[in-house]
């Protein structure tokens, strides 16, 4: 069998608190992918207890994430949604890219060096080989193509050296079965776009991200249209009023942030709005964001409360994608299996 050529793979965390950066930086371009794309978009539960192991309500969270994929547009019966912990396939082949990665690779992960902090020995070794994992959700699916935000990239490098050296240590195995001369892709990453990395509200200098403690440094996917005008209206920012081109957002992170906001949301460049509202003062530019922020999450918002008052409907729909991962899944690991020589 050959490899795809343009099959799409993501995932998102079931850790709450999906935010404004996930939806511009990440599910939106899901959504714009499915027209050209063969798309598996996963919720990567088994990602969720890397840092906190006992996780509050995991099966609502979980929930929540595919509830967002599909209010934001993404059509669960032409492509798949599932979530990664009913495809046993994932951590089967992120074992054995535990034995493919080298210790040096993963040390260099600047996440794990974020996300453990100082008290680095205290962190769960899933912390560690999360990279790992991560590979092998793509993998599994030989994709070709991964949306994500821009935090991410030196992830998709790992899982481009993981294949590289996959491909390169089994090589002659990998021709000898019929596999020609690679069995896994070298990933692209897509990362595109004026939304790459959203950032705080409250910080310019921090990324807007799901486990800030200040709630009104990111706007929630699941926030009512006033408390999006509310954050939006306290946002922080300085006394000057909007540039009239780019080079006047430099050094200051919190203009820059809200007018990448405003192009991304209104899919215009930054240049664009900057030809609107250069010379306009916060006190008009903030109110027009904060109409358009309402007026593009507001029917998501709706659709999502909608579909998480079936829970059972939400788990019907994980269900069925798992159902369809696996045929995919499936087969590669029998091949990979293959591969590496196991018996069976
Ligand atoms: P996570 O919240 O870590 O599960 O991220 C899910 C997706 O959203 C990934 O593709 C991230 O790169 C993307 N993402 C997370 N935070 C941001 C942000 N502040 N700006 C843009 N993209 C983001
Ligand atoms: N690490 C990603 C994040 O934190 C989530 C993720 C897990 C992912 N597996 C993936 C993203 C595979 C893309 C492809 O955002």
Known sequence: MGQPTNRVFSGVQPTGNLHLGNYLGAIRKFVALQDSHECIYCVVDLHAVTADLVQKDLQNQTREIAAAFIASGIDPKKHIVFNQSQVREHSELAWLFNCVARMG??????????????????????????????????????????????????????????????????????????????????????????????????????????????????????????????????????????????????????????????????????????????????????????????EKLAPINREMRRLMDDPAGVDAVLKEGAEKAREIASVTLSEVRDIFGFIG
């Open 105 to 294: 690779w993963l040390r260099r992960m600047t996440q794990f060096k974020e996300k453990a902090g100082k008290d680095s020995e205290n962190a769960s070794v899933g912390l560690f080989t999360y990279p790992n994992l991560m590979a092998a959700d793509i993998l599994t699916y030989r994709a070709t193509h991964v949306p994500v935000g821009d935090d991410q990239k030196q992830h998709l490098e790992l899982t481009r050296d993981i294949a590289a050296k996959f491909n390169n240590d089994f090589a002659e195995r990998i021709a000898a079965l019929g596999h020609g001369d690679s069995y896994f892709p070298l990933t692209e990453p897509v990362i595109e776009g004026e939304a790459t990395r959203i950032m705080s509200l409250r910080d310019g200098s921090r990324k807007m991200s799901k486990s800030e403690p200040s709630d009104m440094s990111r706007i929630n996917l699941t926030d009512s249209s006033d408390d999006i005008a509310k954050k939006i209206r306290k946002a922080r920012t300085d006394p000057e009023p909007l540039p009239d081109n780019l080079d006047g957002l430099k050094e200051r992170p919190e203009a820059d942030n809200l007018v990448s906001i405003f192009a991304a949301l209104s899919e215009v460049s930054s240049e664009e709005v900057l030809r609107q509202y250069g010379g306009k003062q916060f006190g008009e530019f903030k109110p027009a964001l904060a109409d358009l922020a309402v």
